[in-house]
DNA sequence: TATTGTTATACTCTATAACTATA
DNA sequence: TATAGTTATAGAGTATAACAATA
């Protein structure tokens, strides 16, 4: 097999796993009426504890303004509340409620706990190894 | 670091690599006037050629009526055109227009390239394993 | 009866651009 | 001037359930 034509299959494996991977969330949430959107948002907090709108649109790659309607409705549904930072009154602090806090501790653990029985088939070798090169690429992506 | 805890490092990288992936999409659609789901819908066509709805709304992980809906407005853009199956009239064939083609074509090229651009840091021997695992977990992803 | 797909309804999500407030 | 975030508008995407047609 040609690099190229390896290459070509890498990219396909790897979006097809993407798809995969993000519809967990999807599932995940659905357990507890999130949407996927919605999922994805409290346990990209939850993993940060406390994070600004710039930082999650990053992590969640979506607009300022997708963001900020995300977030209002979210507020609505008592998942997250909004804080003013007082050092840098333009920022804005998001954080969990509790129930946000309990719903993203389990869709997290459940997505978690999807994706480790996914790998489970692979050896521990394998294991590690991908950890290794996933944990570069995506640092790669978002450098 | 406990065996545990690299499954967690590993979970969190594949769902940050994901999102990255799956963004490619949406910026190669958006140099071709594409939203992210008609990118991922011209992309699934042209790499099978001719496809059922059921087919794929499993490859897009989407309900029927949503993928009903995102082929109502790829055909109405003049993108893909939908054919009864004189076999089995329920079923129905999508395929590609010449300029919905084109617009694939360019996009899957597009994102194939961001894609290999981001793995080009990895040695052969890397590239070449994670091709391997990834497939495979693809696979039992999708079995 | 089961399967394939569409339609109806009511949301949620997203992009773009214009805007406010703060730095 | 630049940055952080919101609002307005309009369209795209999605889930659920009810539906029609075919097998």
């Given at each position: 097999?040609?690099?190229?034509?390896?290459?070509?299959?890498?990219?396909?494996?790897?979006?097809?796993?993407?798809?995969?991977v993000?519809?967990?969330?999807?599932?995940?949430?659905?357990?507890?009426?999130l949407?996927?959107?919605?999922?994805?948002?409290?346990c990209?907090?939850?993993?940060?504890?406390?994070?600004?709108?710039?930082?999650?649109?990053?992590?969640?790659?979506?607009?300022?303004?997708?963001?900020?309607?995300?977030?209002?409705?979210?507020?609505?549904?008592d998942?997250?509340?909004?804080?003013?930072d007082?050092?840098?009154?333009?920022?804005?602090?998001?954080?969990?409620?509790?129930?946000?806090?309990?719903?993203?501790?389990?869709?997290?653990?459940?997505?978690?706990?999807?994706?480790?029985?996914?790998?489970?088939?692979?050896?521990?070798?394998?294991?590690?190894?991908?950890?290794?090169?996933?944990t570069?690429?995506?640092?790669?992506?978002?450098?």
């Amino acid at each position: 097999m040609s690099e190229t034509h390896e290459d070509t299959n890498l990219a396909a494996a790897l979006v097809g796993l993407s798809h995969h991977v993000l519809h967990l969330f999807a599932d995940a949430g659905r357990a507890h009426d999130l949407t996927q959107q919605q999922a994805e948002l409290v346990c990209a907090v939850i993993v940060r504890g406390r994070v600004g709108m710039s930082e999650l649109g990053r992590a969640l790659h979506m607009e300022k303004s997708a963001l900020s309607n995300l977030v209002d409705r979210a507020e609505k549904r008592d998942l997250v509340t909004r804080t003013r930072d007082p050092h840098d009154r333009r920022a804005t602090w998001v954080e969990l409620t509790p129930e946000g806090a309990r719903l993203a501790e389990a869709t997290h653990d459940d997505v978690t706990a999807r994706i480790k029985g996914l790998v489970e088939g692979l050896s521990g070798q394998d294991r590690a190894h991908l950890t290794g090169v996933l944990t570069q690429l995506r640092d790669a992506a978002q450098g």
